[in-house]
């Protein structure tokens, strides 16, 4: 069957064993992430989003349950499952294409063909004409778009992304979220994306997870039906955005206040 990048969560327990005790991150939780969907996941501090995220890249083994995509257990690292985390993970002594081109290479096809579709994600990421570059001649913000071309280099059917934008200043970060749209709606990949910041998830989403401190537990999903692209000035200010952010921040306080 065709990897379509249908995420399914079932009964997920995930925790840590340290001198014998286990300690509870994550609790009985199920949930779909639709095949081309755009979730965010948010939650407080140490609520185990990372965690959550790592188990469904077949990073981290759970204690019970189990993780599916398409419907076939993820039990091991999958290049179906494309990960980016905050921290640049390029390789220094590359150029970008030679980054890019990486996984394409690993995976056996040959140095032209690895050529063609690392320069098809550089244009796409918008950064053609830097293929010769090395990271660090580029800004922040183009090594993090270097680094979204190199994690769908592998025809991920699933982008794993870990906090992506959030050193980058206001700036750069808007830019960045628009361009990811962009590359979501033309790559057609489901994005399950771990951020703090509210507006963040809100203007990228069509679905918000909030994840419970307390529990283990999501504690709410908030769907947002505004059809993407939206425009950041409208959306953002619309009674809906308003709404949405309230519904956010309460959540988020009430787990605070339980605690
Ligand atoms: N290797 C480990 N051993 C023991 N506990 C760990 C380990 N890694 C993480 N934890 C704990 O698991 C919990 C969840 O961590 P995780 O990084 O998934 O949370 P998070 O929601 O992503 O947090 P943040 O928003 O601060 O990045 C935290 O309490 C953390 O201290």
Redesign the pocket.
């Known amino acids: 069957m065709d990897k379509v990048g249908n995420i399914e969560v079932k009964g997920l327990s995930l925790g ?1 064993v ?1 001198n014998g005790r286990t ?1 509870i ?1 994550v609790n009985d939780c199920s949930f779909v992430f639709p095949s081309g969907s755009f979730t965010s996941l948010i ?1 407080p ?7 959550l995220l790592n188990a469904i890249a077949g990073h981290y083994k759970p204690l019970e349950g189990k993780v599916l995509l398409d419907g076939i257990e993820v039990l091991k690292a999958n290049p179906d499952l494309g990960i980016v985390f905050q921290q640049h993970t390029l390789f220094p002594w590359k150029t970008v294409i030679e980054n890019v081109r990486f996984g394409p290479i690993q995976r056996g096809i040959n140095k032209s063909e690895a050529n063609k579709i690392a320069r098809e994600f550089i244009r796409l990421v918008g950064l053609n004409g830097y293929e010769s570059y090395y990271p660090k001649m580029l800004s922040g913000g183009m090594q993090h778009r270097v680094e979204i071309a190199r994690a769908l280099a592998n025809h991920p059917a699933v982008l794993l992304m870990d906090e992506p934008f959030g050193a980058l200043d206001n700036q750069m970060r808007s830019s960045l979220q628009n361009s990811l749209i962009d590359i979501w709606i033309k790559a057609g990949v489901t994005i399950i994306f ?1 951020t ?1 910041d509210i507006d963040e998830a809100i203007f990228m989403s069509q679905r918000v997870v909030v994840m419970s401190k307390n529990n283990g537990k999501i504690s709410d999903v908030l769907y947002i039906e505004e059809p993407h692209p939206r425009s950041r000035e409208k959306f953002m200010n619309s009674d809906l955005a308003a709404s949405l952010r309230d519904r956010c921040k309460n959540l988020l306080a009430d787990h605070r206040a339980e605690h």
């Not at 501090?45 to 965690?51: A, F, W």
């Open positions: 840590y340290n300690s991150i939650g501090s140490g609520c185990g989003k990372s965690t771990v703090h």
